[in-house]
């Protein structure tokens, strides 16, 4: 295959990957004094039972870092009215440390003492039961220890860019979608 045509099929696979529409999230974490903030759109339910979160964080995140040295950290789930926050906190130029929250409400997780933001839909404090390396990215893995639920409509990350609105729930129809006398084998 020439260089070319494997520079279009990787394309193509990107574009594919970027349908994968997902709720805008910033994890939080404070180590030692040094508090921080990165905005994921990685943020998913593991498992239920015990009740665990995985997110995908780039290698060498400082989330990441501090995350896994306190072995706890926080998750707030942004509604669709933050996308100031999910802008600032995936910003480069962000001040380190905790210079980076100046101007934000905000209040400390109870488990991780990390920071909660004022009108996020869900907080999740959670413990650190896993971080491994997948490609070029690390999984970090929490034990939810409390999680909070408010009212309103996410902010949902989808195609390379973000998303506010209301959500429309798919009508149920009284019809059967299918005629299963085709799909299934006699
Ligand atoms: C909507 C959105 C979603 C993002 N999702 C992720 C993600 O899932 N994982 C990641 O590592 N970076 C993600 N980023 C980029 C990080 O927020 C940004 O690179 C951050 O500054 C780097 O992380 P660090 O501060 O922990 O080093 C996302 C940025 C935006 C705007």
Request: with cysteine; aromatic share 6%; glycine share 10%.
């Given at each position: 295959?020439?260089?070319?045509?494997?520079?279009?099929?990787?394309?193509?696979?990107?574009?594919?990957?970027?349908?994968?529409?997902?709720?805008?999230s910033?994890?939080?974490?404070?180590?030692?004094?040094?508090?921080h903030?990165?905005?994921?759109?990685?943020?998913?339910?593991?498992s239920?039972?015990?009740?665990?979160l995985?997110?995908c964080?780039?290698?060498?995140?400082?989330?990441?870092?501090?995350?896994?040295?306190?072995?706890?950290?926080?998750?707030?789930?942004?509604?669709?009215?933050q996308?100031?926050?999910?802008?600032?906190?995936a910003?480069?130029?962000?001040?380190?440390?905790?210079?980076?929250?100046?101007?934000?409400e905000?209040?400390?997780?109870?488990?991780?003492?990390?920071?909660?933001?004022?009108?996020?839909?869900?907080?999740?404090?959670?413990?650190?039961?896993?971080?491994f390396?997948?490609?070029?990215?690390?999984?970090?893995l929490?034990?939810?220890?409390?999680?909070?639920?408010?009212?309103?409509?996410?902010?949902?990350?989808?195609s390379?860019?973000?998303?506010?609105?209301?959500?429309?729930?798919?009508?149920?129809?009284?019809?059967?979608p299918f005629?299963?006398?085709?799909?299934?084998?006699?």
């Amino acid at each position: 295959m020439t260089g070319i045509a494997l520079r279009s099929r990787w394309n193509e696979h990107n574009r594919a990957l970027r349908a994968l529409a997902s709720p805008v999230s910033v994890l939080t974490a404070e180590h030692d004094g040094r508090r921080h903030g990165t905005t994921v759109s990685t943020v998913t339910r593991i498992s239920r039972r015990p009740q665990v979160l995985g997110a995908c964080l780039k290698s060498g995140s400082v989330l990441a870092a501090l995350a896994v040295a306190e072995g706890r950290f926080a998750v707030n789930v942004l509604s669709g009215q933050q996308g100031r926050l999910a802008r600032w906190f995936a910003e480069s130029s962000r001040p380190d440390g905790p210079g980076q929250f100046a101007g934000i409400e905000w209040r400390p997780s109870p488990y991780a003492h990390a920071p909660l933001f004022v009108g996020a839909l869900a907080h999740y404090d959670c413990r650190v039961v896993g971080s491994f390396t997948v490609g070029d990215h690390e999984v970090l893995l929490g034990a939810v220890v409390n999680a909070v639920a408010a009212d309103g409509d996410p902010l949902i990350s989808y195609s390379g860019d973000m998303f506010a609105g209301t959500l429309i729930p798919v009508a149920e129809s009284e019809d059967r979608p299918f005629d299963l006398k085709e799909t299934v084998p006699s």
